[in-house]
């Protein structure tokens, strides 16, 4: 079975810096796109960050400059380093991956628990 653990969220001032972490654990084959999400109160959830397997990124135009993904493939880990905090960036953050169990499975799509991050003003 295929987990994803995330770690790193907490409640910062504004300005402040957190770094998120997921990794993934269990039978994988190969790990394609990794991202994150994140999910505000009454709000709809948003992908903001995507890094490929050869290490190209997006990212939504709200957290350009402040947001960087990176991935480690050996840790089967994906990050997200997140300075310059606002109010604003208060939500939920999921991580997602593009995984395959063996090489000749489809990719699937898996989540992590989601953590939260509390932005003070």
């Known amino acids: 079975q295929v987990q994803l653990v995330e770690s790193g969220g907490g409640l910062v001032q504004a300005g402040g810096s957190l770094r998120l972490s997921c990794a993934a654990s269990?039978?994988?084959?190969?790990?394609?796109?990794m991202g994150w999400y994140r999910q505000a109160p009454g709000q709809r959830r948003e992908l903001i960050a995507t890094?490929?397997?050869?290490?190209?990124?997006t990212y939504v135009d709200s957290v350009k400059g402040r947001f960087t993904i990176s991935r480690d493939n050996a840790k089967k880990t994906v990050y997200l380093q997140m300075n310059s905090l606002k109010p604003e960036d208060t939500a939920v953050y999921y991580c997602?991956?593009?995984?395959?169990?063996?090489?000749?499975?489809?990719?699937?799509?898996?989540w992590g628990q989601g953590t939260q991050v509390t932005v003070s003003s």
């Open positions: 269990g039978t994988i084959a190969s790990i394609n796109v």
């Open positions: 890094i490929t397997s050869a290490s190209s990124t």
């Open positions: 997602t991956m593009g995984i395959r169990v063996t090489y000749t499975s489809a990719t699937n799509n898996f």
